[in-house]
């Protein structure tokens, strides 16, 4: 009698997106080449055969988790950047858009900080370059239209304090934990009042 084989069951949107979520947590803390597949799965509470039944390697799930980060990011960033917002208001929307992206994808900005660097340099990961790249025209485009247009002073040295909001902003995700006592809207605005006032021209 011929033996009935099991029906395969498709992964759900909703179990891979938290298998990604524990992925994202175990190689902010361990590091990508320190993690294994079987880290991951223990930390899901499955075997590691099992884990490659949602993804074919760490690697493909550290390329999700880094690319929807980004999609997100884009997505606000460029709302942001076609709204025709004078330079102030920009930096502003974008200091916030960064606030949130931390809240939503926490993780994930710590393997980026991490990680991005080494893994730009392999093809699969050529994306990651393209959005750094991306991202310093973006910000020092809005520095430098607001020196042009007298929104900030004129002696900044663009690049460095490009540099300083870059850091400033994007370390918040070594401490920054959701559902804390301030919203990333709060926080960004906080943030904004120590800084526009320290780049601002005076009137």
Not at 42 to 59: I, P, Q, R, T, V
């Amino acid at each position: 009698m011929p033996t009935k084989k099991k029906p395969q069951v498709t992964p759900t949107p909703e179990r891979r997106r938290e298998l990604l979520a524990t992925a994202a947590e175990v190689f902010a803390a361990q590091g990508y080449n320190a993690t294994t597949v079987r880290r991951i799965a223990d930390e899901a509470g499955m075997l590691a055969g099992s884990l490659y039944y949602h993804f074919d390697s760490k690697e493909s799930m550290i390329d999700e988790i880094l690319s929807t980060f980004l999609d997100e990011l884009w997505q606000g960033y460029d709302e942001v950047l076609a709204a025709g917002l004078g330079p102030r208001e920009t930096i502003e929307a974008l200091v916030t858009e960064s606030f949130r992206e931390i809240d939503r994808h926490r993780p994930a900005v710590a393997i980026y900080q991490k990680e991005s660097k080494h893994l730009a340099t392999q093809p699969r990961f050529a994306y990651l370059a393209d959005s750094q790249t991306k991202f310093e025209k973006a910000w020092l485009g809005t520095l430098e239209r607001g020196v042009t247009e007298g929104v900030f002073r004129d002696d900044l040295d663009i690049r460095l304090t490009y540099r300083f909001v870059r850091d400033t902003v994007w370390v918040a995700a070594s401490w920054y934990r959701p559902g804390g006592h301030h919203s990333p809207e709060e926080i960004a605005r906080q943030y904004l009042s120590m800084v526009l006032d320290g780049i601002a021209l005076r009137t």
